[in-house]
Structures are given as structure tokens and as C-alpha cells.
């Protein structure tokens, strides 16, 4: 079942190690068909270069798995509560990617500096609260989500705005309309992470893009007045890949 899916997750999880994003098997994308109701992820620990798209699973939206041979993801969890909490996704992706690690250990978000960063994320990427004792006991994974979606809930972002998220003290998730997108995005942040590091140990005064400057490039990749690239017939959506 869903096997154009599973190829499509397949090859958003070997963009991991090709693009920088991952050591051992410390990463993970998802894809969802809204239609059926489930989606479709990478086992678990299972180590890339031997990963093929018959080893991906399948699982409902209450996060039980519907089929596959392998254990899915250990994240499953996280990206179940992230699927039911923001109905416009697609795709779901986690790394543990250095410089966005950096932002979660040290429990700051990543702020929108310059043009590369305003592109992709409509402000500031948030950081969640560090989870407590009780909720890591409890249900840590599933937990991990809920702290993501109380995040933009108190903060009022736009998951679609801000297509990502740093877990204090663990790493970023990311998602877009498809697992390709998210893994897009997670590779942006990545940049960004780095670059705003290096921005904020060169000067400690406020050097966030203007609000007009974050308009002006944000939409001119998103929404209905995008102009940025090529815009797609199939799709109906402005090439935001490219460069
Ligand atoms: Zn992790």
C-alpha cells in the first residue's frame, strides 16, 4: 500500500546523509497521504545505506502501525501529534544537525537575521520550553510533540509561516507540503542556525531583518503573489527549491 509514498519517504530519508543532515541513523522523514489517513515512515535505526523503500512503514493517525516488517521510527510518536495538530503538512522531518542542535542546547531560537532565513521562515524559528520530568516519564515522544504544538500555539505562529521548530536541549523538526519540502527546509534551517551563529558572535546588537524586508522576501516565495522562480503548471506552486 501507498507505494508511490513509500518511494517518495525513501528518497527524502537519503537526502539526509547527502545533504549534511545526519550522523549514524540520528534523522528521520515522514509523509502523509491526508486522504487515506496515514502516513508513512522510516524504521527505526536502521542504517541508511541499507534502507530501502519496502522498509518503510505505515501508520495510522493514532500512531499504530498498519504495515510493515521493521519497528517504525522511535519518533513516530512526535510526528503523529504533529500531523493531527497541523492539518496543512505534508511531510515531517527530524536531524540532529549541528548548528540547529547548537540553538536547542543552548535554548534559543534561531532568529531571522537576513534574506536566506526570511526565504523560508516567516520570523524567528521558536524554541520549545525544555520538557519536564513528568512529561519525559509519561509519554516522551508523543510529548515531545505537544511541547512543539504548545509552542505555536503561545507564541500565535503559523506552522506554514515557520515550518520548523528547535526542541529544547534536543534538535530541530521540520515539515512542508511534502517529505521533500520539509527535508528543504530542515537543510535551510540548518544554514541559517549556522550563519546566525556566526552573526551573533560577530555583534550582540539586534540585527533582525525589518519587517518589510521579511515581507518582501518571504512573499515573494509564498502565497498567492509569489514571483520567485519558475512558477510549476502541475503544482500550482512557485519553485521555492530553487535558488
Ligand atoms: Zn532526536
Redesign the pocket.
Known amino acids: 500500500m501507498l507505494e508511490q509514498l513509500k518511494q517518495e519517504v525513501y528518497e527524502a530519508n537519503m537526502q539526509l546523509p547527502k545533504l549534511d543532515l545526519v550522523t549514524f541513523t540520528?534523522?528521520n522523514v515522514s509523509g502523509i497521504d491526508r486522504a487515506a489517513g496515514l502516513f508513512v515512515i522510516k524504521p527505526s535505526g536502521v542504517a541508511y545505506d541499507k534502507l530501502t523503500p519496502d522498509d518503510m512503514v505505515v501508520v495510522n493517525l493514532k500512531g499504530e502501525v498498519v504495515e510493515g516488517r521493521l519497528n517504525p521510527s522511535s519518533?513516530t510518536p512526535t510526528h503523529t501529534v504533529l500531523y493531527n495538530a497541523f492539518p496543512d503538512i505534508g511531510g515531517i522531518v527530524?536531524?540532529?544537525s549541528p548548528w540547529a542542535v547548537a540553538f536547542a542546547s543552548a535554548q534559543l531560537p534561531v532568529p531571522a537575521l537576513n534574506t536566506t532565513a526570511a526565504d523560508t521562515f516567516y520570523g524567528d524559528v521558536p524554541v520549545t520550553a525544555p520538557l519536564t520530568q513528568a512529561q519525559i516519564e509519561r509519554a516522551y515522544e508523543a510529548e515531545t510533540g505537544n511541547a512543539i504544538v504548545t509552542t505555536f500555539q503561545d507564541e500565535g505562529i503559523d506552522p506554514t509561516a515557520v515550518p520548523a521548530v528547535l526542541?529544547a536541549q534536543?534538535?530541530p523538526f521540520a515539515w512542508g507540503a511534502t517529505p521533500a519540502q520539509a527535508v528543504y527546509n530542515a537543510k535551510v534551517l540548518e544554514v541559517v542556525a549556522e550563519i546566525d551563529y556566526h552573526a551573533l558572535t560577530l555583534s550582540h546588537k539586534d540585527s533582525h531583518v525589518p519587517q518589510y524586508l521579511l515581507d518582501k522576501h518571504y512573499y515573494r516565495k509564498h502565497g498567492k503573489d509569489a514571483y520567485y522562480g519558475q512558477s510549476n503548471p502541475q503544482s500550482g506552486t512557485h519553485a521555492a527549491h530553487q535558488a
Open positions: 540520528w534523522g519518533d527530524h536531524t540532529h526542541v534536543h534538535g
